[in-house]
């Protein structure tokens, strides 16, 4: 199963799952879609596992930093979607994809969970 983590990597919350696949010997590929971008495609197939509004972190300071008519804009999967694109820092990390799944964020217990260790 190809494993890739998306994020930033100067992201306290990557470098924690990035460490901690490495640490458990999980050959992962890292996209960094502030530097590479991302992909309408992309977007949309995460948000085939995930909601969009776990996806927009709205306590980051790139939301804070959004006008109130713009965050009152973001209603629904395609908003989102256009933010994230415009925007990446909004999405919340990281997202790790494994394949049959995506998932947002990280912590050992839900690692472990989703690896089986």
Known sequence: MAITLYGIPN??????ARTWLT????AHAFHDF????????TVESWLGHVQWDTLVNRKGT???GLPDERKAAIVD???????????PSV???????DGSSAHVGFSDAAYRQIFGK
């Open 77 to 87: 999967a395609a908003s989102a979607t256009a933010l994230m694109l415009e925007s």
């Open 34 to 41: 502030k530097k590479a971008g991302l992909s309408p495609d």
């Open 62 to 64: 790139t939301w804070r």
């Open 91 to 97: 999405i919340k990390r990281p997202v790790l994809v």
């Open 11 to 16: 992201c306290d919350t990557v470098k924690k």
């Open 23 to 26: 640490e458990h010997g999980i």
